[in-house]
C-alpha cells in the first residue's frame, strides 16, 4: 500500500509499506525516485535533482514605486524559494518574501518610469507645501458662513 506523506518542493513524497521504501515523483520535471531507504534521503535527491536540473539565469529588480531605485542583481534561488542577490560589495544576501513584494524585474523602460514618477511626486509634494503655507497665511481673510452667522444673531 502507497502512503502519500509530504509534498516537498513540487514532489510528492509518498511511502511504500509493503516494501518500506520511499517514492517521490515531480509532475514539473516528469520524473520519478523509487526505493530510497529514509526520508531524509528522499529529500536530499530531490534537493541534489533540482540543483543539477536547473539553470539559474541572473537577472535584475528594481525598487518598485515608493521603495526607492535600488537596482540589485538576483543570482538565485534558495530551498525556500527566497531569492538570493548581490549586494554592493559583491556578498550573497537573502532577500525575503515580504522585501521582494518591493521590487520589480528591471527594464529601462520601467526606470524612466520610476525617474518620472519620483520627478513628480516631488513636484506634488512642493505644491502641496505651497498649499498648505497658503492656508495657513490667509486662514484668517476667509470668514466661514457659520462663524458671520454668530456674529449676526
Do not use: C
Not at 516631488?122 to 498648505?132: H, R
Amino acid at each position: 500500500m502507497i502512503t502519500e506523506v509530504d509534498n516537498y518542493r513540487g514532489w510528492v513524497i509518498s511511502f511504500n509499506t509493503d516494501q518500506e521504501t520511499f517514492i517521490a515523483y515531480s509532475s514539473v520535471y516528469d520524473s520519478e525516485i523509487k526505493g530510497k531507504v529514509s526520508y531524509a534521503a528522499t529529500k536530499k535527491y530531490i534537493d541534489d535533482f533540482i540543483k543539477d536540473n536547473s539553470e539559474f539565469k541572473p537577472f535584475y529588480a528594481i525598487g518598485a514605486i515608493g521603495s526607492g531605485n535600488e537596482k540589485i542583481k538576483i543570482i538565485g534561488i534558495r530551498k525556500d524559494n527566497d531569492f538570493v542577490f548581490e549586494n554592493d560589495k559583491g556578498e550573497k544576501e537573502r532577500l525575503s518574501s515580504h522585501n521582494a513584494r518591493q521590487y520589480v524585474l528591471y527594464d529601462e523602460a520601467i526606470e524612466s518610469k520610476l525617474t518620472e514618477h519620483e520627478r513628480l511626486e516631488d513636484l506634488y509634494k512642493a505644491a502641496y507645501k505651497k498649499v498648505k503655507e497658503f492656508e495657513t497665511d490667509n486662514n484668517k481673510l476667509f470668514v466661514k458662513l457659520l462663524d458671520y452667522r454668530r456674529q449676526i444673531v
